[in-house]
């Protein structure tokens, strides 16, 4: 189980006080889930350092036959560890900057995607998650059905609900 530490928050607190041993009940937060699509013929993976367990999830499950490109948005080299997988996988690490996901969005805008039909994994704050889906669409003409987008927090909200899919614009 990963956690990752957001402030004063009941799963922050949660994490804090855990011990190994002590019981725990799981559930998803509910949404709609990602499906890799095995047949792409390559995967984009971009997030900050929230997203990397379930980016982590999508690379095992990736053919050794599939290619990945995966951009991560981190605080400092500390954050950085292998992200194992079957498949293919170009990694970028890049630093936070000021602005939360702006450096994420930087990296994205400027990867060379492959030919082929693709796939897209993205999460991140949801402001910038926008922004990069609609890139996506937009400039790079990938297909809205292609991406799957989750912005899973809000930048100066607390509590933010966790099933903002950038659809709606």
């Known amino acids: 189980i990963e956690v990752i530490l957001h402030g004063d928050s009941p799963g922050s607190r949660w994490a804090i006080s855990a011990k190994p041993g002590d019981?725990?009940?799981?559930?998803?937060?509910?949404?709609?889930?990602?499906?890799?699509?095995?047949?792409?013929?390559?995967?984009?993976?971009?997030?900050?350092?929230?997203?990397?367990?379930?980016?982590?999830?999508?690379?095992?499950?990736?053919?050794?036959?599939?290619?990945?490109?995966?951009?991560?948005?981190?605080?400092?080299?500390?954050?950085?560890?292998?992200?194992?997988?079957?498949?293919?996988?170009?990694?970028?690490?890049?630093?936070?900057?000021?602005?939360?996901?702006?450096?994420?969005?930087?990296?994205?805008?400027?990867?060379?995607?492959?030919?082929?039909a693709g796939q897209v994994f993205l999460a991140c704050e949801s402001g910038i998650m926008r922004r990069i889906r609609q890139h996506l669409i937009q400039e790079r003409g990938l297909t809205p059905a292609t991406l799957h987008t989750r912005g899973y927090w809000k930048a100066g909200i607390v509590n933010y609900p966790d099933h903002d899919y950038g659809q709606d614009d």
């Open 23 to 116: 019981p725990i009940d799981l559930r998803g937060p509910g949404g709609r889930g990602h499906t890799v699509d095995l047949t792409a013929s390559w995967h984009l993976l971009a997030g900050d350092a929230c997203a990397v367990p379930a980016m982590s999830m999508v690379l095992e499950a990736l053919p050794a036959t599939a290619r990945a490109i995966v951009v991560v948005e981190v605080d400092d080299t500390a954050e950085e560890r292998p992200l194992p997988s079957p498949a293919q996988v170009q990694t970028w690490w890049v630093r936070a900057g000021e602005v939360p996901s702006e450096a994420l969005e930087t990296a994205v805008r400027s990867v060379d995607l492959p030919e082929g």
